[in-house]
Nanobody, 119 residues
Framework: QVQLVESGGGLVQAGGSLRLSCATS???????????MGWYRQAPGKERELVAN????????NYADSVKGRFTISRDNAKKMVYLEMNSLKPEDTALYYC?????????WGQGTQVTVAP
């Protein structure tokens, strides 16, 4: 099973920016290169929700309506990394952000990185 490790979270003022990164343990890159990668988030008392995902080639991306125009997902298949650029952050973006991998052999979740946006 591929392991995922998120980084880049932190405390930021409203209107600020953060860039989240997700590193994978897939040394050969065979799984990562065909996997759909996604970012999810879960705020206290709420269900985990999809923020954005990106298919293996990076050609197609999907975003939650609440983050469209503010967040950008990208991937580097050579480095086996996924990123989430978050701009114009709002207090309602405060949550634990998780990286997710989906492949024909199953899925993996990271442990999450906390994003806190102060008013």
């Amino acid at each position: 099973q591929v392991q995922l490790v998120e980084s880049g979270g932190g405390l930021v003022q409203a209107g600020g920016s953060l860039r989240l990164s997700c590193a994978t343990s897939d040394a050969s890159g065979r799984i990562f290169s065909i996997a759909t990668m996604g970012w999810y988030r879960q705020a206290p008392g709420k269900e985990r929700e999809l923020v954005a995902n990106i298919i293996s080639t990076g050609v197609r991306k999907n975003y939650a309506d609440s983050v469209k125009g503010r967040f950008t997902i990208s991937r580097d298949n050579a480095k086996k990394m996924v990123y989430l650029e978050m701009n114009s952050l709002k207090p309602e973006d405060t949550a634990l952000y998780y990286c997710n991998l989906q492949s024909p052999w199953g899925g993996s979740w990271g442990q999450g990185t906390q994003v806190t946006v102060a008013p």
